[in-house]
């Protein structure tokens, strides 16, 4: 029934409250993680509810995905001195999303291509100059791989919701690179969180029409 949607109108309206509130500091991260928690919370009782256990692997790697995620969004939260770490979190956030999409089907190998060619030359062209820190700089090469990996998986499960979340995330993830390294973005809060939340409830939206079906 198209009813039980409703519980999604939780985390759309905190991400709006997320968004108006992006230019204070203050509890913005708070807000920021009961977006991810609540999607969390939706994914987990849903399967659970539904008593879905063939599709335990998908759920339990967006769920890992999910909490990787608020790891990540903390240590970015704290400054410059934890970006790293919160670039650390946010790959096993996409390790949980790969592995979750690839109980679902494999690679869309056209797709992975392009994309892994498109976000090489992002990386090589517009971000490598910028970047002086060795550390960093491979922490974002590993991440930009996993990036294309999970946007290859997406498209290789054939659900559209899944697709636009992953591309999505990896528009979000340019913003901020971009913002960060090259120079600042006008609206980026606007831009980097509403991609954000969107995606994230894009997957969860469409984690509840697989777990139906």
Not at 40 to 59: K, M
Not at 151 to 164: K, M, N, S
């Amino acid at each position: 029934m198209i009813t039980k949607y409703v519980f999604w109108f939780f985390p759309a309206i905190t991400a709006i409250v997320s968004i108006c509130y992006a230019h204070r500091g203050k509890g913005r991260t708070q807000v920021k993680l009961t977006v991810t928690g609540s999607v969390l919370l939706l994914l987990v009782g849903y399967a659970l509810y539904a008593g879905t256990a063939g599709e335990a692997l998908f759920v339990w790697g967006l769920a890992f995905a999910l909490g990787a995620s608020m790891v990540g969004d903390f240590f970015l939260s704290r400054g410059d001195d934890t970006f790293i770490h919160g670039v650390i979190g946010f790959f096993f956030a996409h390790a949980g999303y790969l592995s979750a999409f690839l109980v679902l089907g494999g690679f869309n190998l056209p797709i992975l291509a392009v994309f892994s060619l498109a976000l090489l030359l992002y990386l090589l062209l517009v971000l490598r100059p910028k970047i002086e820190d060795p550390l960093l700089f491979w922490a974002v090469c590993g991440y930009t791989a996993i990036s294309a990996l999970v946007i290859g998986a997406a498209f290789g499960t054939r659900q559209p919701l899944f697709i636009v979340g992953a591309l999505l995330i990896a528009l979000s993830d340019c913003i901020i690179a971009w913002n960060k390294f090259v120079r600042p973005v006008r609206y980026d809060e606007l831009s980097i969180l509403s991609t954000y939340y969107i995606a994230q409830i894009s997957i969860g939206i469409g984690s509840w029409f697989l777990l139906s079906s």
